[in-house]
């Protein structure tokens, strides 16, 4: 068993312990070279083993171990946008699928720039309009975004995040899912999100894509 397994399997289990994967929902993949390791379909986040992980290539070929989950072609999406992807997080985490059942904030971000380390560690995510979970379309869509994200939210569904490392995709998992949890907590007040000079500056500065455009 690799390094990278372990870790997979450890950020499998810290986003369960946070209560973002209920039962069996929710999957992790990391690439290892021109391999991706997926978590096997209907497994418990909480409960996984390093050594019964899917093994898929960038085409989606089952290379080694059990079949992989029905979302892993959303995962391969990621992996094809950008080569610095190393990993990708997608969850049912409750507070962003119920963002998810909402209209967008602008077209190119679900969600708006509430606070900064959203801005830092996220930036902008598009919704990707409904499709049955495991569509191949939906995540054809996803790939041929013409505009910059690591991360979009699934209409009805919920997130999908990618980040140059496992710690950097589970992190941004968190904090879409606490961003949207502060959304729905402030309803229908008054809000002030960061000005489009404040989320520019935070983006240029962490490295993170953000230009939505309203």
Request: hydrophobic share 45%; net charge negative.
């Amino acid at each position: 068993m690799t390094a990278l397994e372990h870790e997979l399997v450890a950020a499998a289990a810290h986003l369960a312990g946070l209560g973002l994967s209920p039962g069996s929902s929710g999957n992790i993949s990391a690439r290892d070279g021109n391999r991706v390791l997926v978590t096997p379909t209907g497994t418990d986040l909480a409960a996984l083993d390093p050594a019964g992980l899917s093994v898929l290539d960038l085409d989606g070929n089952h290379l080694d171990g059990p079949a992989p989950s029905k979302e892993y072609p959303l995962h391969l999406a990621f992996y094809r946008r950008e080569r610095a992807t190393r990993a990708v997080v997608h969850l049912h985490s409750r507070h962003a699928a119920a963002v998810s059942c909402r209209a967008p904030w602008s077209e190119r971000s679900a969600l708006p720039p509430i606070t900064p380390y959203f801005v830092m560690r996220v930036g902008q995510i598009p919704m990707l309009p409904y499709a049955p979970p495991g569509d191949p379309a939906q995540a054809s869509d996803l790939e041929l975004l013409t505009f910059p994200c690591r991360a979009a939210l699934l209409q009805n569904h919920g997130p999908v995040v990618a980040g140059t490392s496992l710690r950097a995709a589970t992190e941004a998992a968190i904090e879409v899912e606490e961003a949207s949890a502060l959304l729905l907590l402030l309803g229908e007040q008054p809000v002030r999100h960061l000005t489009p000079a404040e989320a520019t500056a935070l983006a240029r500065k962490y490295g993170t894509p953000w230009q939505p455009a309203h």
